[in-house]
């Protein structure tokens, strides 16, 4: 991991339309999970704040003088702010905007090294136009600049102020030292300069995301004989309401969704419930629950009386307790990481079948929850989680997919 003091300033370069906030948000999402400290500086609602929302597209026109100097103004004051955000402990900002021109760049790369900041420039080229259609059409029209303008007009204006920032925009050169280019949503990614570990994360996320959204499936293992007995860890066989979830499961995707992928843990009860599918799985080691080290196999009861000490610790910070011989959450999530950019790569949608920390984990990066909500965050059994990816992050959809057993038996199971 990059030394704690180190200060980056992820400058985002595009026109509008290509897709640069969505990699900022994705890109900020990722580096907390990870621990980082990550804010986004979006000189847009800088912009919509300071001068307002409906700001037609001769404002953008690089001709216009009063124009140029309200939208440099903003620019600077969001800098400004990512800085102070900085100074006051923050690790790395992300300056949200156009940056379209290289004067503008070579002003901010400047004001950065001043400030002791790392500057990498992440720059979004579509060459493919259904791209940014489909981008215009899905983001840009939802956006407060055009709320109560019919989708025509609001059409019109935004192509209009794409092509006063095209005939302006200058693409990231070699000269200008560290920057990233991806180019059609991923299909080609360029980069120049690069250094440094936690740099070096970020281009593989840039390097592995993929454009196309797809739904992706939690759920844990069907109840196995462990949890009946609340024990921990341990590679125990599924209990009869356990077998039933699994065909539950299996009932629920027939017929399964086109390509989907299966991917479980290696440990049998994942491996079992999956099984009721029918399809081909991908069994990950990365997927394997939380190692409870001395722990494993004991019930929380036990660990309580025979280990205090253990059991209180583990109570005071469970985020970053690690179990004696065993593993923590941030051990798990650092586990996982190359297991999220796979996830990243997939352009199918896949079901997880795995267990309580680990989907826990997983389920914070992928809504985007601070890792400190983790360890505690409720994933009961027997409960299928359906995150359905829009604009802005996704859809969540729980459900209890064998109410009937769980009601013959009176309980929701945990
Ligand atoms: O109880 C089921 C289980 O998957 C255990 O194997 C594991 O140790 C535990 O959940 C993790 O949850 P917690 O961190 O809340 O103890």
């Not at 399809?279 to 196999?297: K, N």
């Not at 996830?343 to 949608?349: D, F, V």
Request: include cysteine.
């Amino acid at each position: 991991m990059q030394h704690r003091e180190a200060k980056i300033v992820l400058v985002m370069v595009g026109l509008p339309a290509r897709g640069k906030s969505f990699l900022a948000r994705k890109l900020a999402r990722y580096l907390r999970w990870l621990g980082q400290d990550a804010r986004i500086f979006n000189v847009g609602s800088y912009r919509r704040e300071r001068i307002g929302q409906h700001k037609p597209a001769s404002f953008f026109d690089p001709q216009n003088p009063d124009g140029n100097r309200a939208r440099q103004r903003v620019a600077l004051e969001a800098l400004e702010d990512a800085f102070s955000w900085l100074r006051g402990g923050g690790q790395v900002a992300l300056y949200d905007a156009t940056n379209s021109t290289r004067a503008r760049r070579r002003v901010i790369a400047e004001l950065c090294h001043r400030e002791g900041a790392e500057v990498l420039f992440v720059e979004s080229l579509c060459f493919d136009r259904t791209i940014v259609e489909t981008n215009v059409r899905e983001t840009k029209l939802m956006s407060p600049d055009y709320v109560g303008v019919s989708t025509e007009e609001a059409l019109r204006d935004f192509r209009e102020r794409i092509a006063h920032y095209e005939r302006a925009y200058e693409p990231v050169d070699d000269s200008e030292q560290s920057f990233v280019k991806v180019i059609d949503g991923g299909r080609q990614v360029v980069v120049n300069r690069v250094d440094g570990p936690l740099l070096a994360r970020v281009v593989a996320l840039l390097l592995n995301s993929r454009l196309t959204r797809h739904t992706i499936w939690l759920t844990r293992h069907g109840e196995s004989i462990y949890n009946k007995e609340r024990r921990l860890g341990g590679d125990s066989p599924l209990s009869p309401r356990g077998e039933a979830f699994a065909t539950a499961l299996g009932a629920h995707f027939t017929p399964p969704p086109p390509g989907l992928a299966v991917w479980t843990s290696t440990l049998q009860r994942t491996v079992q419930t999956a099984d009721a599918l029918g399809l081909p799985t991908t069994a990950w080691r990365q997927l394997d629950e939380i190692d409870a080290g001395v722990c494993d196999g004991l019930t929380y009861d036990e660990m309580a009386r025979r280990m205090p000490d253990v059991y209180a610790a583990r109570k005071a910070d469970k985020l970053r307790f690690r179990f004696p011989q065993g593993e923590s959450y941030l051990d798990v999530i650092h586990r996982l990481e190359p297991l999220i950019l796979e996830l990243e790569r997939q352009t199918a949608p896949t079901l997880i079948v795995g267990h309580q920390a680990v989907l826990r984990t997983l389920y914070a990066y992928l809504v985007g929850d601070p890792i400190e909500n983790c360890p505690h965050m409720t994933l009961p059994l027997h409960t299928l989680i359906e995150l359905t990816p829009n604009a802005y992050g996704c859809d969540e959809k729980r459900t209890l997919l064998t109410r009937a057993v769980e009601e013959r038996h009176s309980i929701i199971p945990s």
